[in-house]
T-cell receptor, first 120, second 114 residues
């Protein structure tokens, strides 16, 4: 089945530094990937939709200069948290939609294992 | 706007007993409905989905869900719970034909007690 690999799984950084998280679709091509943020005991919040070869689409309230998204190839999207602060500490999860021949809206999202960011 | 409600933060059930995790939804048109499960510090895993056809959908690990259009519900069920089913369960909905992202409920934590 479809596999999405996310790296790193855990990262600790100092306040003010930037952190890059990678999301790769291993056995399929994904023109669209999604980045979510999950707070403790809360649901997933969609941050942005990453489109291969074009600019990401950010959800309302998400700072695009803070959370830089690059989707340079059909199998790789990256999220860079710039000038990270303790309030950016969270669990970040990426996902991709593997086209299964049906309406794309019905396609199953395959999720990465997540990246836990801790900013000191 | 589309939305999902999972009314229970926590569901506790004894091993071997049937379990139900509730989900209701709101969309402007017809829905695509999904259930995902999340284990600690992991991403979400797909369980099952409803697109069209038979209202009873069977998925992974013995789970099933019934689409009820009149009640706008898509409750997740399993006839006999296992301790290993303990996890966080998310219901999600997407409006058919709309170019909208998948919207998740807030999640329900299932604890199966031996």
């Amino acid at each position: 089945g479809a596999v999405v690999s996310q790296h790193p799984s855990r990262v600790i950084c100092k306040s003010g530094t930037s952190v890059k998280i990678e999301c790769r679709s291993l056995d399929f091509q994904a023109t669209t990937m999604f980045w979510y943020r999950q707070f403790p005991k809360q649901s997933l919040m969609l941050m942005a939709t990453s489109n291969e070869g074009s600019k990401a689409t950010y959800e309302q309230g998400v700072e695009k200069d803070k959370f830089l998204i690059n989707h340079a190839s059909l199998t790789l999207s990256t999220l860079t948290v710039t000038s990270a602060h303790p309030e950016d500490s969270s669990f970040y999860i990426c996902s991709a939609r593997d086209f299964d021949g049906t309406d794309s809206g019905a396609n199953v999202l395959t999720f990465g294992a997540g990246s836990r960011l801790t900013v000191l | 706007a589309q939305s999902v409600a999972q009314p229970e933060d926590q569901v506790n059930v004894a091993e071997g007993n049937p379990l139900t995790v509730k989900c209701t939804y709101s969309v402007s048109g017809n829905p695509y409905l999904f259930w995902y499960v999340q284990y600690p510090n992991r991403g979400l895993q797909f369980l099952l989905k409803y697109i069209t056809g038979d209202n009873l959908v069977k998925g992974s690990y013995g789970f099933e869900a019934e689409f009820n259009k009149s009640q706008t519900s898509f409750h997740l069920k399993k006839p006999s719970a296992l301790v290993s089913d303990s996890a966080l369960y998310f219901c999600a909905v997407r409006d058919i034909g709309g170019n909208t992202p998948l919207v998740f409920g807030k999640g329900t934590r299932l604890s199966v007690i031996a």
